[in-house]
T-cell receptor
Framework: AQSVTQPDIHITVSEGASLELRCNYS??????LFWYVQSPGQGLQLLLK??????LVQGIKGFEAEFKRSQSSFNLRKPSVHWSDAAEYFC???????????FGSGTKLNVKP | GAVVSQHPSWVICKSGTSVKIECRSL??????MFWYRQFPKQSLMLMAT?????????EQGVEKDKFLINHASLTLSTLTVTSAHPEDSSFYIC??????FGSGTRLTVV
């Protein structure tokens, strides 16, 4: 069965500290993996995506993610968090570019001043 | 990149009335669009896949008679919540096949 697990519901980090958000997936075919960010009451903004090639993917706002097939993981990282990064982050997996998505439950990030 | 326009961004309606939500793919000819629902403090759940010129494909447990989906052109898909009830209050969001999302619609049924 297809699924995405984000084990951390809430994470709090201090501004300037590093961040890693975990994502594990289960997918029966070659996975296409995505990270989105959602601010309260807003839609989803794509941070980055992985289709193939280099397993370390760079995204917007200084985020990166690493695809590890052996661990079925696609963790999101940022070396130095800014207060404006406080939001909810969703990991998603799909098939090819035109297949439906499966979302994780989300991780809410709080940033301490 | 692709742009998806969703309208309205919020709507309040009375129980028993119907509400239509539009999703436009502004620079992508979308034969398929995806509709999701997000309850408060929860993740997004796929409701249905709209298919241009044919019937939508609904996910298990989604009432097709309550959530009417029309995809009449390559740029427009609509979701109509019929005979809305308070339990239909939610955040509805669409995406195009490139998984670019609209800004979402907050529906409140009173």
């Amino acid at each position: 069965a297809q699924s995405v697990t984000q084990p951390d519901i809430h994470i709090t980090v201090s501004e300037g500290a590093s961040l890693e958000l975990r994502c594990n997936y289960s997918y029966g075919a070659t996975p296409y993996l995505f990270w989105y960010v959602q601010s309260p009451g807003q839609g989803l903004q794509l941070l980055l995506k992985y289709f193939s090639g280099d397993t370390l993917v760079q995204g917007i706002k200084g985020f990166e993610a690493e695809f590890k097939r052996s661990q079925s993981s696609f963790n999101l990282r940022k070396p130095s968090v800014h207060w404006s990064d406080a939001a909810e982050y969703f990991c998603a997996v799909g098939g090819n570019n035109f297949n439906k998505f499966y979302f994780g439950s989300g991780t809410k990030l709080n940033v301490k001043p | 990149g692709a742009v998806v326009s969703q309208h309205p961004s919020w709507v309040i309606c009375k129980s028993g009335t119907s509400v239509k939500i539009e999703c436009r793919s502004l620079d992508f000819q979308a034969t398929t669009m995806f509709w999701y629902r997000q309850f408060p403090k929860q993740s997004l759940m796929l409701m249905a896949t709209s298919n241009e010129g044919s019937k939508a494909t609904y996910e298990q447990g989604v009432e097709k008679d309550k959530f009417l989906i029309n995809h009449a052109s390559l740029t427009l898909s609509t979701l109509t919540v019929t005979s809305a009830h308070p339990e239909d209050s939610s955040f509805y969001i669409c995406s195009d096949p490139s998984h670019t999302f609209g800004s979402g619609t907050r529906l409140t049924v009173v």
